[in-house]
T-cell receptor
């Protein structure tokens, strides 16, 4: 039972353009969502998060949007840079689960110069 | 700040053996979680330790066990290794209220 899904295994974007990574979830108890970035041979690095009481959170080039009714969130990267090339994981947690994170399968982003 | 550190970085074991992986949390964090990441998949939650007790557990068999020490460092033990246990094992630390978890670089376990 995949509670968090990232349906696009890969995404290729031109440098300077917008990258949009999508994530869907099924568990309505999830109230906190996170995006992690992972380079090969490294652990995931926290990027940005959003609470279910918000519908948007912005940090520099990164913006996360949450649509609770659709159980969908997206990560926008503007402008995309070659150094953004990595695997991006969406993760979700419920406040009564004490920090247990449920991850999607990941989307590999390639930003071409 | 050393961040989350894991040891060893790579390990090769034979089917049926036992393995112990180690994790030191980020300074100030007292909660440690372990995840298994198979190739091409997202990390899967194994269990979480807080105040030296297992607080939560994912859908993993009893062959997977852990421990947390008074200094908040943690060990993951896997008994009777199977070929399917080959994966990247990630340790994450956080404050007990959850929010962001910070990950180590992982231990790549190969079972042959």
């Amino acid at each position: 039972d995949q509670q968090v899904k990232q349906n696009s295994p890969s995404l290729s974007v031109q440098e300077g353009r917008i990258s949009i990574l999508n994530c869907d979830y099924t568990n309505s108890m999830f109230d906190y969502f996170l995006w992690y970035k992972k380079y090969p041979a490294e652990g995931p690095t926290f990027l940005i998060s959003i609470s279910s009481i918000k519908d948007k959170n912005e940090d520099g080039r990164f913006t996360v949007f949450l649509n609770k009714s659709a159980k969908h969130l997206s990560l926008h990267i503007v402008p995309s840079q070659p150094g953004d090339s990595a695997v991006y994981f969406c993760a979700a947690s419920a406040h009564n689960q004490g920090g247990k994170l449920i991850f999607g399968q990941g989307t590999e982003l390639s930003v071409k110069p | 700040d050393a961040g989350v550190t894991q040891s060893p970085t790579h390990l090769i074991k034979t089917r049926g053996q036992q393995v112990t992986l180690r994790c030191s949390p980020k300074s100030g964090h007292d909660t440690v979680s372990w995840y298994q990441q198979a190739l091409g998949q997202g990390p899967q939650f194994i269990f979480q330790y807080y105040e030296e007790e297992e607080r939560q557990r994912g859908n993993f068999p009893d062959r997977f066990s852990g421990h947390q020490f008074p200094n908040y460092s943690s060990e993951l033990n896997v008994n009777a290794l199977l070929l399917g246990d080959s994966a990247l094992y990630l340790c994450a630390s956080s404050y007990p209220t959850g929010s962001e978890a910070f990950f180590g670089q992982g231990t790549r376990l190969t079972v042959v």
